[in-house]
Structures are given as structure tokens and as C-alpha cells.
């Protein structure tokens, strides 16, 4: 099972603070866990929203919205992809993880959607097509 493993942002990331040199060794190290563990496939920090926008999409019409966004407790700091076997081994990892930020923070653990998920839907032909897209993201360098 894969899980999208979500740190949600604080004031302090969305005000662009960096973190400490002591935080990056210890994120460094449970990243190098994970890793080790066959855990871990993808993780990243995320620029503060004041960088970033949104689409709004209605019907036909697309409107962007330029950040930053006001509710901070709704942003996401960064993230990290995870294989493991369950939720309750996710929940494990995170319960080890250093706290991401100097004061209180939070994770949030989605589960990601695969094929078999979406049912009679996702037809013989949206599966080879799905191959097909992974197996050329698969080949880029």
C-alpha cells in the first residue's frame, strides 16, 4: 500500500523560516531509515504558498488564484511517498519521525488510490493506457 505522508504547514514555514541544521541532520537520518527500509519513494519540502497558486475550476472556466493562502493549518509543508503494508505502519514510521518544526506541528497520512480501487470504472483500456504512462515515467532520467 502507498501512502502520502503530509506535513502540514506552520506560520513559521509559511513565513519562509528555514530549518535548523540540527532539524535537517535528524529529518537526514529517519529519511535514511526510511530508505534502508524499502519504505520510502519520494520526499520533499514545499516552497511557502507565497510562491505558489491555485485553479479554480468551474464548469468550462479556470481562474487562478495567486498565494499566499490565509489558512495556514490547511497548507502543506512538505510530503513524503511511502510503501508499506498498512496504515498501522505508517502511523509507526510517522510516530518516529522528528517533529518536522521547532514548535507544535502536525502529519497527515493519506492512503494513495491504486488501479484495482476504482473497480469496473477503470476499464482495460484506461489500465494499458495507465501502463503505459508509468512505464514512460519509469524511463526518464
Known amino acids: 500500500m502507498r501512502f502520502m505522508i503530509i506535513v502540514r504547514a506552520t506560520r513559521d514555514s509559511e513565513a519562509g523560516v ?19 527500509a524499502g ?17 479554480r475550476f468551474s ?12 489558512e495556514t493549518k490547511e497548507l502543506i509543508a512538505g510530503f513524503w511517498l511511502w510503501q508499506v503494508r498498512s496504515l498501522d505502519e505508517a502511523i509507526e514510521w ?8 521547532d514548535t507544535d506541528s502536525e502529519i497527515e497520512i493519506r ?9 469496473a470504472e477503470f476499464t482495460p483500456e ?16
Open 94 to 101: 510517522v510516530r518516529r519521525c522528528p517533529n518536522p518544526f
Open 126 to 141: 484506461l489500465r494499458g493506457q495507465e501502463a503505459r504512462l508509468r512505464t514512460q515515467l519509469a524511463a526518464k532520467p
Open 39 to 55: 519504505v520510502m519513494l519520494a520526499g520533499e519540502g514545499l516552497h511557502p504558498s507565497a510562491k505558489g497558486a491555485r485553479v
Open 18 to 36: 528555514m530549518p535548523s541544521e540540527r532539524l535537517l541532520g535528524e529529518m537526514g537520518k529517519f529519511n535514511e531509515e526510511l530508505v534502508k
Open 59 to 70: 464548469g468550462p472556466k479556470r481562474s487562478v488564484i495567486d498565494g499566499p493562502f490565509a
Open 111 to 119: 492512503q494513495v488510490f491504486e488501479a484495482e480501487d476504482f473497480g
